[in-house]
């Protein structure tokens, strides 16, 4: 008699423990899911003005390259002063040797002679 009791038990502690553990988790699981999705949809809203502002930042960043390009032209169209004349041109036009600047050849060619004349006088 004795193990037929003992196998109803284990039968009754089964029935009673496994829809337990069927039911309890998945409640629970849907009521994460929920809690989740409710803090989710919450959490966007709030966070949908950053991420239109991280979208504006992106596209800045993405065309900063030709505003980079704008400013190195800029750089070589920055104006440097002949040495000789003492006329502003642009460097990108200007003469350069070495350290030294001139407006056209004319004028390097004209300092180079003063300079031979310098040297001759
Ligand atoms: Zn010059």
Same mark, same amino acid.
């Given at each position: 008699? @004795?193990?037929?009791? %003992?196998?109803?038990?284990?039968?009754? &502690?089964? @029935?009673? @423990?496994?829809?337990?553990?069927?039911?309890?988790? @998945? =409640?629970? *699981?849907?009521?994460?899911?929920?809690?989740?999705? =409710? $803090?989710?949809?919450?959490? *966007?809203? #709030?966070? #949908?003005? *950053?991420?239109?502002?991280?979208?504006? /930042?992106?596209?800045?960043?993405?065309?900063?390259?030709?505003?980079?390009?704008?400013?190195? %032209?800029?750089?070589?169209?920055?104006? $440097? #002063?002949? /040495?000789?004349?003492? !006329?502003?041109?642009?460097?990108?036009?200007? !003469?350069?040797?070495? &350290? !030294?600047? *001139?407006?056209? !050849?004319?004028?390097?060619?004209?300092?180079?002679? %003063?300079?031979?004349?310098?040297?001759?006088?």
């Amino acid at each position: 008699m @004795s193990p037929m009791r %003992s196998a109803n038990a284990q039968r009754t &502690s089964r @029935s009673k @423990s496994s829809p337990r553990a069927h039911n309890g988790p @998945s =409640l629970k *699981y849907l009521i994460i899911a929920v809690v989740a999705a =409710l $803090v989710f949809v919450l959490v *966007y809203r #709030r966070v #949908r003005p *950053y991420l239109q502002l991280i979208q504006k /930042v992106v596209n800045t960043l993405n065309q900063e390259p030709t505003e980079r390009g704008r400013t190195t %032209s800029q750089a070589e169209h920055k104006l $440097v #002063r002949c /040495v000789n004349c003492g !006329t502003w041109v642009p460097s990108d036009k200007a !003469t350069r040797i070495g &350290s !030294t600047i *001139y407006c056209s !050849t004319e004028c390097l060619e004209k300092r180079s002679a %003063s300079n031979d004349r310098k040297l001759a006088g």
